[in-house]
């Protein structure tokens, strides 16, 4: 009774007590950088000139002539790897050989000099119209290197180069990541030259501290890969696409995460003939995946159209078998909802306790007092489960602070290790996979255990942090075969519209609001007011990931929102502010537009129109709201 009294006791306390967060540790990510992570994967589209030369990379001095793809399709390209999964593209805009696959007025070695489409067509436009069209992010690779120019090494040369990105950055809407790649210098065609050209350093020859600070103005959002570590992400280390474990985002006192980077065909990272010999096996592509996001990386996986401008079948079935693979394995957590038993919960506060850990939210996350590095928390399922792979997530908005880990199973009435803590000497290189130990976690970490186990009862231990831990989420998944998968529907998860089934809604003309969810295209809320907003009350948690929003059909452009703001809350009165900006383009183009952010939990939606086209009002055709549902 006396227990049962201080229990009670202890819990009201728990809830009544507010703890404060634990201050951030070291250097933090950029929002962006955060937003980055969690896209996982995506796709790298190498395609120019070297697509009909059969080379990796062009001396400088190939005819634009060669460049016919005569049925290219970049719709059927983002289709391609939006039904896989992945949730992004960059395209090769420029290679080494410096030939420009869109019409720039930099240099005249371009795409308007080719056959393609009588010199009118545009590869950079098609590709970015297309993964606009399908809510895709759509990011670039612009070599700095440029073994066509003639200026390449002097001065002369960067106002070329630096008007190519200005280009890239400001007619082609949203570039989610710019890449900079490394190689640079050494023989090419220059001119006609055929020289030998040395650029020094390349940080200072291409200033890329100046070339940050402009994109930053250009495109805030954009992530910037490599430009001589000044950027947001680097390289993984190896173009097979393994980065190394253990995996610090923090060097030299700045957050850079890494990139795994490699080709799903072994003949390289343009299309060659005879190549479907060499495409690697989607239990090959899960070694990659697993030894890049499965350490704490981002992995882009490169396929390359062919002379035709389609993707290899070969290519193609490789890449849809992993796809499912990929969204069999993570579609169901075993530890979703288990019950947690922490060894300490900072100020006993509920917002910190160890039930972060399976919700489901990788917002949430356990933590315990300042100066507690080594906690645990002993994580019960409701019966014996079978799984091979651990999953650990670090809420790293609060910076990267796990250096190791343990985690035990219950088996046979005595803690078994399967995953034991590792010591800073025993870095994974290669694709040492199954049974790796316990380093560190940051965005996420996976263990592929050497075996399956069976149990209901694991004990995560954080074995070194570097400050209290702030752990937000332990998943148990089961690795299937690539037969286990073979019907699996892969889709992208922030893409599916949730249901508007039972929703209701306030805030202005909200008898209106209605109007604006039942997929009529022809009836709208509307209003004459600006700014105006209406609120959608899901009725049910989601993780809500984006919005679209379809302008008025009617012909009008009179009070069409042109300006928004999106907020989202769990209760209905503390909102927070997810997106801003403009839907650009509508007078004359009034199509669906998109709006994608972080993953967050939310119950409620607020839209606000902030301005409109032509006068007073705001207006909404059709909305539809993305995410997946939550728990409570
Ligand atoms: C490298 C380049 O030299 C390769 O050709 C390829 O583009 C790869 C992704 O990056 O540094």
């Not at 890494?258 to 495409?279: A, K």
Request: glycine share 10%.
């Amino acid at each position: 009774m006396y227990k049962k009294y201080l229990l009670t006791l202890g819990c009201l306390m728990g809830t009544l007590s507010a703890a404060t967060a634990p201050a951030p540790y070291g250097t933090l990510p950029t929002e962006q950088q955060v937003n980055w992570l969690r896209m996982e994967w995506y796709a790298f589209v190498h395609f120019g000139l070297n697509t009909y030369t059969n080379r990796e990379w062009g001396y400088g001095d190939e005819s634009p002539q060669l460049f016919k793809p005569g049925n290219f399709d970049a719709e059927a390209i983002v289709r391609t790897f939006k039904g896989a999964g992945m949730n992004g593209m960059i395209y090769t805009a420029k290679h080494h050989d410096g030939f420009c696959t869109w019409p720039t007025l930099s240099t005249k070695h371009n795409i308007t000099q080719s056959p393609w489409k009588g010199g009118k067509g545009d590869v950079v436009k098609e590709f970015a119209n297309a993964c606009q069209k399908h809510n895709f992010p759509f990011g670039t690779y612009l070599s700095p290197w440029d073994r066509n120019c003639a200026e390449y090494g002097r001065k002369g040369y960067l106002d070329v180069y630096y008007k190519q990105i200005e280009e890239l950055l400001t007619q082609y809407g949203p570039i989610f990541e710019i890449w900079f790649d490394g190689a640079m210098g050494g023989d090419g065609y220059y001119g006609g030259a055929r020289q030998n050209r040395n650029i020094g350093k390349a940080d200072t020859y291409y200033n890329y501290e100046q070339v940050v600070k402009n994109i930053r103005k250009l495109q805030p959002n954009c992530i910037i890969w490599g430009a001589a570590q000044r950027g947001d992400v680097t390289w993984g280390g190896s173009e097979k696409g393994f980065v190394k474990y253990p995996l610090w985002n923090v060097r030299n006192n700045k957050w850079i995460s890494l990139e795994g980077d490699t080709p799903i065909n072994g003949r390289g990272w343009f299309w060659h003939p005879g190549q479907e010999r060499n495409v690697k096996s989607p239990e090959h592509l899960m070694q990659v995946y697993m030894a890049s996001v499965g350490r704490g990386a981002n992995l882009i996986l490169n396929l390359a159209p062919n002379r035709d401008g389609r993707l290899d079948a070969a290519d193609v079935a490789s890449l849809e078998a992993f796809g499912r693979m990929r969204t069999r394995l993570l579609a169901k957590d075993y530890a979703l909802n288990a019950t947690v038993k922490a060894s300490q919960v900072r100020g006993n506060d509920a917002r910190f306790a160890g039930s972060a850990l399976t919700d489901g939210d990788i917002e949430s996350y356990w933590c315990p007092e300042d100066g507690t590095t080594t906690p645990s928390a002993e994580i019960l399922l409701p019966e014996p489960t079978t799984f091979d792979v651990i999953r650990l997530r670090e809420q790293i908005r609060l910076g990267q602070r796990v250096e190791a880990f343990q985690v035990e199973a219950w088996v046979d009435g005595q803690w078994k290790t399967i995953v034991a803590p590792g010591t800073p000497k025993e870095v994974e290189t290669q694709f040492n996979l199954r049974g790796g130990k316990g380093h560190t976690i940051g965005n996420q970490v996976m263990r592929w255990l050497k075996e399956p186990v069976t149990t209901d009862k694991l004990r995560l231990t954080i074995t070194r942090a570097k400050a209290c831990p702030c752990i937000s989420e332990f998943s148990l998944l089961r690795m299937p075969s690539a037969e286990e998968a073979q019907n699996v529907a892969t889709s992208n998860d922030a893409d599916k519209p949730l249901s508007s089934q039972g929703w209701t809604y306030s805030g202005f003309a909200a008898n209106k609001a209605p109007l604006a969810f039942d997929g009529k295209a022809d009836t709208m809320w509307s209003i004459h007011r600006t700014p105006s907003h209406f609120v959608v009350n899901m009725q049910q948690p989601a993780m809500v990931s984006g919005i679209s929003y379809l302008p008025r059909q009617d012909g009008k452009t009179q009070g069409m929102t042109s300006r928004y703001r999106i907020e989202l809350s769990m209760d209905g009165s503390s909102w927070k502010t997810v997106a801003e900006g403009e839907f650009g383009n509508l007078r004359a183009n009034p199509v669906e537009q998109y709006v994608t952010f972080a993953p967050q939990k939310a119950r409620y939606i607020r839209f606000f129109s902030t301005a409109a086209l032509d006068g007073v009002g705001s207006s909404v055709a059709e909305m539809k709201i993305y995410g997946r549902p939550a728990k409570n």
